[in-house]
């Protein structure tokens, strides 16, 4: 079946579409890479996202021009995906949406609010569409995130040692050996909000870790930020923008002022490589797989394995998934798992009470036409053409 993965994540800049081909053969699932696509919001698209996201205040009215735009700027990607990628042969598509709210109360998560509405997705390709994949984890009250950690363990299932997977996306999260998945915190999310604040918007992040690469950690800073009491609090757990943004960022600045704009960003840097590092420490883990957008962040990558000492720091491209694309094929996969009657969650990972098949189904042009359900699911990930 080929699928198309939609995703945006924490840091709302772009749409990932990645195209995959994948097949049930015995106990594995084998995914081969079509390719992947990324399209950036427009300015004033993504400007009227960023004016409604916590903790400003917004609109039903706005909420309902957002999710026909955004929803709109996805059916453009994957239509695009569908004809570049897949020769206008795509079979269905998966969409994460973007999300824009995850209610969190002590430690408990509520609900959460991914807008992009299917709708537009399946009229501009004819696709049926899976998408709203977090609320039925979080009925069954798991935390709904990171909902990757499915696809992680199957992916790094026999692989030597104790390999862990590390997302550096806005948010940073990972899947441990023994399918424990949690938010760390911030990964992205403060120092995007720094550069942008710091530079008056002149820059949108630190490209190529430049800005960090110059400055240097202020330790009093840094051990104010890492006071913060999410770091403590036990897995399963998550949060996002809701905690980490801008005001949140300037109330820990208080008093700070007179400190260089590079010294703020470099002591951003090594509180995501810490409190990253703590995490896997604490997993157990022998080795580090990781992706999203903080690899192309070369200070923070070497905060991370100086932070990290003996346990080697790799990322997914090595293992035959493009760091930038992890997540887009992660949900292209969780598409297909729900296409085919299959559960898409670990309760260990995010505590749900038990497995679900997740998501709602949009049909496409043609109807609601499913494979025929497997009743005994695939346990382990290939990437074709990969050896480990």
Same mark, same amino acid.
Not at 268 to 281: E, F, S
Not at 364 to 382: D, I, K, M, N
């Given at each position: 079946m080929?699928v198309?993965?939609?995703?945006s994540?924490?840091?709302y800049d772009?749409?990932?579409?990645?195209?995959?081909?994948?097949?049930?053969?015995?106990?594995?699932?084998?995914?081969t890479?079509?390719?992947?696509?990324?399209?950036?919001?427009?300015e004033?698209?993504?400007?009227?996202?960023?004016?409604?996201?916590?903790?400003a205040a917004?609109?039903?009215?706005?909420v309902?021009?957002?999710d026909?735009r955004?929803?709109?700027?996805?059916? $453009?990607a994957?239509?695009?995906a569908?004809r570049e990628?897949?020769?206008?042969?795509a079979?269905?598509v998966?969409?994460h949406?973007?999300?824009?709210?995850?209610?969190?109360?002590e430690?408990?998560?509520?609900?959460?609010?991914?807008?992009g509405?299917?709708?537009?997705? $399946?009229?501009?390709?004819?696709?049926?569409?899976v998408?709203?994949?977090r609320p039925?984890d979080?009925a069954a009250?798991?935390?709904?995130?990171?909902l990757?950690?499915?696809?992680?363990?199957?992916w790094?299932r026999?692989?030597p040692?104790?390999p862990?997977a590390v997302?550096?996306?806005?948010i940073?999260?990972?899947?441990?050996?023994?399918?424990?998945a949690?938010?760390?915190?911030?990964?992205?999310?403060l120092?995007?909000?720094a550069?942008?604040d710091?530079t008056?918007e002149?820059?949108?992040?630190?490209?190529d870790g430049?800005?960090a690469?110059r400055?240097?950690?202020?330790?009093k800073?840094?051990?104010?930020?890492?006071?913060?009491?999410?770091?403590a609090?036990?897995?399963p757990?998550?949060?996002?923008k809701?905690?980490?943004?801008l005001?949140?960022?300037?109330a820990a600045?208080?008093?700070y002022?007179?400190?260089a704009p590079?010294?703020?960003v470099?002591?951003?840097?090594?509180?995501?490589? /810490?409190?990253?590092?703590?995490?896997?420490?604490?997993?157990?883990?022998s080795?580090?797989?990781?992706?999203g957008?903080g690899?192309?962040?070369p200070?923070?990558?070497?905060f991370? /394995?100086?932070?990290l000492?003996?346990?080697?720091? /790799?990322?997914?491209d090595e293992?035959?998934?493009?760091?930038?694309?992890?997540?887009?094929?992660a949900?292209?996969?969780?598409g297909f798992?729900? $296409?085919?009657?299959?559960a898409?969650?670990?309760?260990r990972s995010t505590?749900?009470?038990?497995?679900s098949v997740?998501?709602?189904?949009?049909?496409?042009?043609r109807?609601?036409r499913?494979p025929?359900?497997?009743?005994?699911?695939?346990?382990?990930?290939?990437v074709d053409?990969?050896t480990?």
């Amino acid at each position: 079946m080929r699928v198309i993965g939609l995703m945006s994540g924490t840091s709302y800049d772009a749409i990932d579409a990645a195209a995959a081909d994948l097949t049930i053969e015995g106990d594995r699932l084998v995914l081969t890479p079509l390719g992947l696509i990324t399209r950036g919001y427009d300015e004033a698209l993504r400007a009227a996202l960023a004016a409604a996201l916590p903790p400003a205040a917004t609109t039903l009215a706005e909420v309902c021009r957002l999710d026909t735009r955004i929803g709109q700027a996805f059916a $453009a990607a994957a239509a695009e995906a569908d004809r570049e990628l897949c020769d206008g042969q795509a079979e269905l598509v998966a969409s994460h949406g973007q999300t824009v709210y995850h209610w969190v109360e002590e430690g408990r998560v509520h609900g959460t609010l991914q807008i992009g509405q299917p709708a537009w997705i $399946a009229e501009a390709t004819g696709l049926p569409v899976v998408a709203d994949f977090r609320p039925r984890d979080i009925a069954a009250g798991g935390q709904g995130a990171p909902l990757v950690s499915v696809v992680d363990q199957m992916w790094l299932r026999g692989r030597p040692g104790a390999p862990t997977a590390v997302n550096l996306g806005g948010i940073a999260n990972i899947t441990a050996p023994d399918g424990t998945a949690f938010d760390t915190g911030p990964a992205n999310a403060l120092i995007d909000a720094a550069v942008r604040d710091l530079t008056r918007e002149r820059l949108g992040c630190d490209l190529d870790g430049e800005m960090a690469a110059r400055g240097t950690v202020d330790e009093k800073l840094l051990a104010e930020l890492l006071a913060e009491p999410y770091y403590a609090r036990p897995a399963p757990k998550t949060t996002g923008k809701e905690l980490f943004h801008l005001p949140y960022l300037r109330a820990a600045l208080s008093g700070y002022e007179a400190l260089a704009p590079e010294d703020v960003v470099a002591t951003l840097t090594l509180l995501t490589a /810490r409190t990253v590092a703590d995490a896997v420490r604490s997993a157990g883990a022998s080795e580090v797989i990781a992706s999203g957008g903080g690899t192309r962040n070369p200070t923070l990558m070497a905060f991370l /394995r100086a932070e990290l000492g003996d346990i080697p720091v /790799r990322t997914s491209d090595e293992l035959g998934l493009p760091s930038a694309a992890k997540e887009a094929y992660a949900f292209a996969v969780l598409g297909f798992l729900t $296409a085919h009657g299959l559960a898409g969650t670990v309760p260990r990972s995010t505590g749900a009470r038990h497995a679900s098949v997740l998501g709602s189904i949009t049909p496409g042009r043609r109807g609601l036409r499913l494979p025929e359900a497997v009743s005994v699911g695939p346990v382990r990930l290939v990437v074709d053409g990969v050896t480990r």
